[in-house]
């Protein structure tokens, strides 16, 4: 029931921003070659500096989570927009294997990583979705290095 609240409360609001006549020279940042900050995992907020991830244009997705370097591939399905679209995360994604202080929320991170099945972009925020369910929520940030 809460996961039919959270979809809809995120759908109204995604649908009432993107009306508003302010909204229509707002930029909306790519997919691809933006480093993303997890600002929110599940209904859980995210702070601190980890979390983070790149997706490039040659389908590699890089990042880290709590502690632990991950890599791995993805897939953009035809037929999505810039700002929305069928995604696969590969199975293939590998990470080191340090314990980390939140190992839980680590691996709760991989899972999402793994399951979602689309994505959507509003301004500077990316959704990771599965069947219709909002599984995180991602900042733009400035790129730095792994």
């Known amino acids: 029931m809460k996961t039919l609240r959270l979809m809809a409360i995120v759908a109204v609001a ?3 921003a993107g009306c508003c006549a302010c909204r229509k020279n707002r930029n909306t940042v ?4 933006t480093e993303w900050k997890l600002s929110q995992l599940g209904n859980e907020p ?3 500096d980890n979390y983070r991830m790149t997706l490039a244009e040659d389908g590699r997705i890089s990042g880290i989570g709590d502690c632990n370097r991950f890599t791995g591939s993805f897939i953009r399905r035809a037929g999505g927009t810039r700002t929305s679209g069928e995604l696969t995360m590969a199975e293939n994604l590998v990470s080191t294997r340090m314990m980390c202080l ?3 929320r680590e691996t709760a991170f991989m899972k999402v990583l793994r399951e979602a ?3 959507s972009i509003d301004g500077n ?3 990771l979705i599965r069947d219709g369910d909002v599984l995180a929520i991602f ?3 400035p ?3 792994y």
Do not use: F
């Open 14 to 16: 995604i649908l009432v």
């Open 30 to 33: 790519p997919l691809v070659g």
């Open 46 to 48: 995210v702070v601190g």
């Open 102 to 104: 939140n190992q839980a």
């Open 117 to 119: 099945d689309s994505w």
């Open 125 to 127: 925020r990316l959704l």
């Open 139 to 141: 900042d733009q940030t």
């Open 143 to 145: 790129v730095t290095a």
